[in-house]
Nanobody
Framework: QVQLVESGGGLVQAGGSLRLSCAAS????????VGWFLQAPGKEREFVTR????????DYADSVKGRFTISRDNAKNTIALQMNSLQPEDTAVYYC????????????WGQGTQVTVSS
């Protein structure tokens, strides 16, 4: 079992930056891929980025490439999402999620953190 708690959301002007954090429980956290997803009002949840258990593999949605960076610290059981050059269309609730290595479905989700970018 993994429990995830996000933090770091807030209100920022266009062009600004935010750093989201996800704190995870569990002794075998390094065995889990972690992803960030977003859900904008009235839209379905969509993939943003993911990172492998060791941190050596990352993947990004085209819309955030070059602006967002995912990282993890397995010693501290934390995942970070650095978001730069934010735009109003990045406004959404951001969720941290985890799936165990060897599986395809993200089974563990945080409660989400709101990011609002004003123009």
């Amino acid at each position: 079992q993994v429990q995830l708690v996000e933090s770091g959301g807030g209100l920022v002007q266009a062009g600004g930056s935010l750093r989201l954090s996800c704190a995870a429980s569990g002794r075998t956290f390094r065995n889990y891929y972690v992803g960030w997803f977003l859900q904008a009002p009235g839209k379905e949840r969509e993939f943003v980025t993911r990172i492998s258990g060791s941190g050596g593999i990352t993947d990004y949605a085209d819309s955030v490439k070059g602006r967002f960076t995912i990282s993890r610290d397995n010693a501290k059981n934390t995942i970070a999402l650095q978001m730069n050059s934010l735009q109003p269309e990045d406004t959404a609730v951001y969720y941290c999620s985890a799936r165990k290595r060897g599986t395809v479905r993200y089974d563990y989700w945080g409660q989400g953190t709101q990011v609002t970018v004003s123009s």
